[in-house]
């Protein structure tokens, strides 16, 4: 079935603009081009959100809800009245027909910008999946948090197993990028304030141990030497042990080998490694590093003249032939730079620049509460200043002035009581990779503490089992 494109929204001929993803380029895309006389837009994404990918870490360790950095699509684009939404999940593109295929569906294009993103890598080590998933959408994050608070629970219940509660409050963070950099000490200082509130009355003592994992020489390698020391310096602050130059040599549910070291842990996240989803395959042209495709300085595919890819789905380089990094700025700035060349391609007029450039505003990550690194080119900051730096930059490029006031004041709460709001496990068996869905039906018990009458074990790693009971 082919949809007719915008039909209700345009009257006569218009330029028919396919846009694929609402991510960070393909929503800025989206909004510049509602604003051009003689072009119908739609936008195709298989979820109904725009996500703030920046800090879905802080929804996986309860300092946000989900809908602070979350919202629907079409609400963002309402007022364009140029610019239709489908929320469809696109499964290629017919080059020949120029249609965009999603399952039994097609939308027809004059002009594709694909903006689909990246995807977790495992180099290889599919395998590690199940029981190290990374941080990618609102379902990761939500799985993820509640799979922490879980362990505490649980912890808690296995007062008269020492070995237990510890390998329940181990955390271990594959990779020592900005993400998981940021998930660590936010970790450490979830456990801390909630060992410290929520836990404080529980005996035999519960101590929380956070690792992070790391294959090069220093953590926040794209940062100056010097910020990554201090991010470092913070974090064996707030308690994280730090493994760099260490290279991780399988990952089994609930084990993490680093060569013959082994550590046994109830929650393992990878943040090692992204790469594009597989739209090279969808055009017929060889992927180029990290699978993405390879575009020509103004980001059109060169087999392919009337479609660009943007964001972290494209290869597009620097002024010295670097690749452009993976980061939402470079997302932003290539959709708005696409929206101006399918405007002149459409009206004529000035002519604008023949190729993208990137303009570099400037790099952060957080540490913890007051604690930051930021590097302005020349100009480094550290602790509470960078810490100000990050927060009013995120607040900035938060979509809606909904998300901007909701996440300022959860901000400012935390800041003030140590709390964090999101701490509700909203059920008992998130379905993680590698759980088995655990503890589906009654709180999870360790297996030490013997299985009630009525109820039935599973063992999910050697240590622990799971106990569900019919009613209780
Ligand atoms: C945990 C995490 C933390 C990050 N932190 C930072 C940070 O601090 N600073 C920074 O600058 N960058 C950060 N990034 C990177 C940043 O989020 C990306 O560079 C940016 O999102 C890329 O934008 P994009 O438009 O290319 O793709 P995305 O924003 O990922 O959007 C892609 C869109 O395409 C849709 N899509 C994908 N495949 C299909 C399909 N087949 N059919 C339909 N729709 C599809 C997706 O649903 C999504 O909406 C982070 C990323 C992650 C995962």
Redesign the pocket.
Known sequence: MTIPVNSAAWAGPAHRVVV????????EAARRLGRVPGVAVTV????NH??F??L??QVATAALSLDDIASPVRGILAAESRVEVLM????GIDTHARQVV?HERRVAYDTLVI????QPSYFGHDAWEAAAPS??TLDDALALRQRILTAFEQAAAAEHDAPERDRLLTFVLVGGG??GV?MAGSIAELARDMLAHDFHRVGGGMRARVVIVEAGPRLLGQFAPGLSARAADDLRGLGVEIRTDTKVTDIQSGTVHLGTEVIRAETIIW?AG?TA?PIASWLDVLPAQGGRVQVEPDLRVPEHPGIYV????ALALNGVGEPLP??????KQQ?RYVARAIRRRVHGGRAGPSSFSYRDYGT??TIGRGKAVAEFGPVHLRGFMAWVAWAVAHIFFLIGFRNRVLVSAQWMMAYVTHRRGGRVIVQQAPSMPGTGGLNRGCPGLPASRGTPAGCAATAISPSTAVIRCAER
């Open positions: 694929i993803g609402a991510g960070f380029g393909g929503l195709l994404d298989r979820r725009h996500l990918q920046p879905l870490y469809e999940d696109v499964t999603c903006a689909t993103g990246s941080l990618k900005p993400t940021e943040t992204v989803t943007i964001g972290d789905a993976g980061l939402a700025p470079v997302a959709g952060l990550a």
